[in-house]
């Protein structure tokens, strides 16, 4: 099998429960580099799980996660080299400036050249002029575009986002919205969880609707989001 | 497929225990109060030992080793907590497991920093043990440093497990010393053990057998530690 | 994936073999007070080795279970090998207890003393602390995987912690008797109340059995019921 025919991230029957309950009853989809897959559905659905699992933070209770055809394992820390995860929680200290959050991150990723990346991740962000205040003094704004300036340092194949465009004022979604097109034009994949598909929809390629743990849609994105909105008010009916 | 900016060098294994044990020191130096505590607390046991004897009937000999190794022993578990408390912030802990980093090596690098702290504890806490209870210790400071070191090594490594563990719990505080003091008592044995002969300048011939005992803990512990530190993280 | 008969066979089969074991149990009453002779120095109370050292050994096997079985569930994952241990560990509580209280009791008129800090005495009070703890820690977590990895931990651990504890306290000096049993050489009880004593110790391994089955039996329900429940 060619390199190029191998999908970027594949799920195949994927599954998670919380206790007894399950949150994802058995997904499946692939995902090819260049492709934004926007997940859309109501809170609960399991949207967050998803990218966890596919982050690697949790474990699935059944099926695989496959990164460019290589199973995804929490004891082979190798794998998780090619994903960034975005979530709710910036996974930063306050205590520490913007910089000193950046240096770690180069560190733990074990990053080549880290100084320049993080002047350009930080310079990408807007935040020069706060670089090297402690992060708890950051407004929620920025520390959103600091949250993502950490989250995909190391410049990661594949971009996993959870509501991305929280606290961002027009200018700076506008920044980010323009940043994933880039991204998504290099090559690399991203999966972006939102409520107001709207945001990115001209952005997106494939979009997917999260209902009692499966696929309620899931299918390349129509042209007219009118039209989506109405099918997913059906899809997600109770 | 476009490479990201990784690497994998030869100090892949040696690089993130030594980031995660830097980044706690950073913070801990930046907010002081846990540190501070845990030293004031260590010489707040060493004053309540004084008052709790009758020095007429107890002598200084013979209480210092005990005094030492109880103050220690409480003093590295208080310096524990903090360890995997300042990781709930902002679920810094995720970025932790996020990166491409084995477990082991956050283990590692949360039982080095966690040796520093404790290391620090001690460190206040040997003069002011000298001064309180009139310890000459002459050349025995050095055999005294060596097994602080190797007992302390073995109370920090499980207790770094075990704090990882409770701090999900609501009772941390009090769940780490319940959990934690069985597994504390083959090296503080060891260690008083060890200590009273070296006071009393005993040869080293004397000592030989309590040192293996506290390397060997040491050892097998560190090691069990690192590998079953995935069950205690991993979701 | 456990079906609520499993549980009930377990506690019904476990309940028949308690029930058996009870008998030896009585069986050992009678051989241990009418027809193994007096022990010179110690008198009646050194009857009481007949519960106590089994009670020790049944500790014992309960801790040494819960360390290979929690090996076995990080490495199968299977959550009734959780179960199994969690039901191992109340069991070897037990056992934990009557030898801590049998110890004192014979301690006394013998010794003089409550309690003597020998080596096997203060390895049953740690082994007693550790199961507690275990117990404590399992009740403060809600989540379930999260309880039975914590406690596989936990269980490894303290298997690892007892020849430690046993070659730290050991090197104490020691009032309990030097080991008369388990020596290289013939060991030098008499053979009526070695027999005795060895079957003492088949009575408390048949009892520890036949209470993790009943125990674990319960565990077993207890699961397939929440499962039920939240399955609804």
């Given at each position: 099998?060619?390199?190029?025919?191998?999908?970027?991230?594949?799920?195949?029957?994927?599954?998670?429960?919380?206790?007894?309950?399950?949150?994802?009853?058995?997904?499946?989809?692939?995902?090819?580099?260049?492709?934004?897959?926007?997940?859309?559905?109501?809170?609960?659905?399991?949207?967050?799980?998803?990218?966890?699992?596919?982050?690697?933070?949790?474990?699935?209770?059944?099926?695989?996660?496959?990164?460019?055809?290589?199973?995804?394992?929490?004891?082979?820390?190798?794998?998780?080299?090619?994903?960034?995860?975005?979530?709710?929680?910036?996974?930063?200290?306050?205590?520490?400036?913007?910089?000193?959050?950046?240096?770690?991150?180069?560190?733990?990723?074990?990053?080549?050249?880290?100084?320049?990346?993080?002047?350009?991740?930080?310079?990408?962000?807007?935040?020069?002029?706060?670089?090297?205040?402690?992060?708890?003094?950051?407004?929620?704004?920025?520390?959103?575009?600091?949250?993502?300036?950490?989250?995909?340092?190391?410049?990661?194949?594949?971009?996993?986002?959870?509501?991305?465009?929280?606290?961002?004022?027009?200018?700076?979604?506008?920044?980010?919205?323009?940043?994933?097109?880039?991204?998504?034009?290099?090559?690399?994949?991203?999966?972006?969880?939102?409520?107001?598909?709207?945001?990115?929809?001209?952005?997106?390629?494939?979009?997917?609707?999260?209902?009692?743990?499966?696929?309620?849609?899931?299918?390349?994105?129509?042209?007219?989001?009118?039209?989506?909105?109405?099918?997913?008010?059906?899809?997600?009916?109770? | 497929?476009?490479?990201?900016?990784?690497?994998?060098?030869?100090?892949?294994?040696?690089?993130?225990?030594?980031?995660?044990?830097?980044?706690?020191?950073?913070?801990?130096?930046?907010?002081?109060?846990?540190?501070?505590?845990?030293?004031?607390?260590?010489?707040?046991?060493?004053?309540?030992?004084?008052?709790?004897?009758?020095?007429?009937?107890?002598?200084?000999?013979?209480?210092?080793?005990?005094?030492?190794?109880?103050?220690?022993?409480?003093?590295?578990?208080?310096?524990?907590?903090?360890?995997?408390?300042?990781?709930?912030?902002?679920?810094?802990?995720?970025?932790?497991?996020?990166?491409?980093?084995?477990?082991?090596?956050?283990?590692?690098?949360?039982?080095?920093?966690?040796?520093?702290?404790?290391?620090?504890?001690?460190?206040?806490?040997?003069?002011?043990?000298?001064?309180?209870?009139?310890?000459?210790?002459?050349?025995?400071?050095?055999?005294?440093?060596?097994?602080?070191?190797?007992?302390?090594?073995?109370?920090?490594?499980?207790?770094?497990?075990?704090?990882?563990?409770?701090?999900?719990?609501?009772?941390?505080?009090?769940?780490?010393?319940?959990?934690?003091?069985?597994?504390?008592?083959?090296?503080?044995?060891?260690?008083?053990?060890?200590?009273?002969?070296?006071?009393?300048?005993?040869?080293?011939?004397?000592?030989?057998?309590?040192?293996?005992?506290?390397?060997?803990?040491?050892?097998?512990?560190?090691?069990?530690?690192?590998?079953?530190?995935?069950?205690?993280?991993?979701? | 994936?456990?079906?609520?008969?499993?549980?009930?066979?377990?506690?019904?089969?476990g309940?028949?073999l308690t029930?058996?074991g009870l008998?030896l149990l009585?069986?050992i009453?009678?051989?241990?007070?009418?027809?193994?002779?007096?022990?010179?120095?110690?008198?009646?109370?050194?009857?009481i080795f007949y519960l106590h050292a089994p009670a020790a050994w049944s500790a014992l096997l309960a801790f040494v279970f819960v360390g290979?079985?929690?090996?076995?569930?990080?490495?199968?994952?299977?959550?009734?090998?959780?179960?199994?241990a969690a039901s191992s560990v109340e069991v070897g509580l037990v056992f934990c207890m009557v030898m801590l209280t049998t110890g004192p009791i014979w301690?006394?008129?013998?010794?003089?003393?409550?309690?003597?800090?020998?080596?096997r005495l203060t390895l049953t009070l740690l082994l007693f602390f550790i199961f507690l703890?275990y117990l404590?820690?399992?009740?403060?977590?809600?989540?379930?995987?999260?309880?039975?990895?914590?406690?596989?931990?936990?269980?490894?651990?303290g298997l690892?912690?007892v020849?430690?504890?046993?070659?730290?306290?050991?090197?104490?000096?020691?009032?309990?008797?030097?080991?008369?049993?388990?020596?290289?050489?013939?060991?030098?009880?008499?053979?009526?109340?070695?027999?005795?004593l060895?079957?003492s110790f088949g009575v408390a391994t048949v009892l520890y059995i036949a209470f993790v089955m009943v125990r674990y039996?319960?565990?077993?329900?207890?699961?397939?019921?929440?499962?039920?429940?939240?399955?609804?």
């Amino acid at each position: 099998m060619q390199l190029a025919e191998v999908p970027l991230l594949e799920a195949r029957r994927l599954e998670r429960r919380f206790g007894v309950s399950p949150i994802l009853r058995g997904l499946d989809f692939t995902l090819q580099r260049g492709d934004v897959l926007l997940v859309v559905g109501e809170n609960g659905t399991g949207k967050t799980t998803l990218l966890r699992l596919l982050a690697g933070l949790l474990r699935p209770t059944a099926g695989q996660v496959l990164f460019q055809g290589t199973p995804l394992q929490s004891s082979d820390p190798a794998g998780r080299r090619f994903t960034g995860l975005l979530s709710h929680q910036s996974h930063m200290y306050d205590e520490l400036t913007l910089r000193e959050n950046l240096v770690f991150a180069a560190r733990l990723h074990g990053l080549e050249n880290p100084g320049k990346l993080i002047d350009s991740a930080i310079s990408a962000a807007g935040l020069e002029a706060r670089a090297d205040d402690r992060l708890g003094r950051l407004s929620r704004g920025m520390l959103q575009r600091a949250a993502i300036a950490r989250a995909f340092l190391h410049q990661p194949s594949l971009l996993l986002l959870d509501e991305p465009f929280t606290a961002l004022d027009t200018a700076s979604a506008e920044r980010v919205r323009a940043w994933l097109a880039g991204q998504a034009a290099s090559g690399h994949g991203i999966i972006l969880v939102t409520h107001q598909p709207s945001e990115v929809w001209d952005l997106a390629t494939h979009v997917g609707v999260l209902a009692a743990g499966r696929w309620g849609i899931f299918e390349p994105r129509p042209p007219n989001i009118a039209d989506f909105d109405r099918r997913y008010r059906e899809a997600t009916r109770v | 497929m476009s490479d990201p900016a990784s690497v994998v060098s030869e100090d892949a294994f040696l690089r993130p225990i030594l980031a995660v044990a830097a980044k706690d020191l950073r913070l801990e130096l930046r907010g002081k109060t846990g540190l501070l505590s845990a030293v004031m607390f260590a010489a707040l046991v060493l004053i309540i030992f004084n008052f709790s004897r009758d020095i007429t009937l107890v002598s200084n000999v013979d209480f210092a080793p005990s005094v030492l190794w109880v103050t220690f022993a409480f003093g590295s578990v208080v310096t524990l907590n903090r360890a995997f408390h300042l990781e709930r912030e902002n679920a810094a802990f995720d970025g932790l497991r996020l990166a491409p980093v084995s477990r082991s090596s956050i283990y590692l690098g949360k039982l080095l920093a966690n040796l520093v702290f404790a290391g620090i504890m001690e460190l206040v806490t040997v003069p002011l043990f000298i001064l309180f209870f009139d310890v000459s210790m002459g050349r025995a400071w050095l055999g005294v440093a060596g097994v602080t070191a190797l007992a302390t090594i073995g109370f920090v490594s499980v207790g770094t497990v075990f704090s990882a563990m409770v701090v999900r719990t609501r009772f941390a505080e009090l769940m780490l010393p319940v959990l934690l003091l069985p597994f504390m008592v083959p090296p503080l044995i060891g260690a008083t053990q060890a200590t009273t002969r070296l006071l009393a300048g005993r040869p080293l011939s004397e000592l030989w057998g309590w040192l293996r005992l506290l390397a060997l803990f040491d050892i097998v512990f560190v090691t069990l530690c690192a590998l079953t530190f995935w069950a205690v993280v991993d979701e | 994936m456990s079906t609520p008969s499993a549980g009930r066979s377990a506690i019904r089969n476990g309940l028949r073999l308690t029930l058996f074991g009870l008998c030896l149990l009585a069986g050992i009453y009678v051989l241990a007070l009418h027809y193994t002779p007096m022990e010179i120095r110690q008198g009646l109370a050194q009857k009481i080795f007949y519960l106590h050292a089994p009670a020790a050994w049944s500790a014992l096997l309960a801790f040494v279970f819960v360390g290979i079985v929690s090996v076995l569930y990080l490495w199968l994952q299977d959550p009734r090998l959780d179960l199994f241990a969690a039901s191992s560990v109340e069991v070897g509580l037990v056992f934990c207890m009557v030898m801590l209280t049998t110890g004192p009791i014979w301690a006394r008129p013998v010794w003089g003393t409550w309690w003597t800090w020998d080596p096997r005495l203060t390895l049953t009070l740690l082994l007693f602390f550790i199961f507690l703890g275990y117990l404590a820690l399992r009740a403060a977590l809600t989540d379930r995987s999260e309880r039975a990895r914590f406690s596989a931990v936990i269980g490894i651990m303290g298997l690892l912690l007892v020849p430690f504890i046993h070659l730290s306290v050991y090197l104490f000096r020691t009032m309990h008797p030097t080991p008369i049993v388990l020596k290289p050489s013939a060991p030098s009880l008499p053979p009526v109340m070695l027999t005795t004593l060895l079957a003492s110790f088949g009575v408390a391994t048949v009892l520890y059995i036949a209470f993790v089955m009943v125990r674990y039996g319960l565990a077993l329900e207890a699961f397939a019921r929440e499962e039920a429940d939240l399955a609804a």
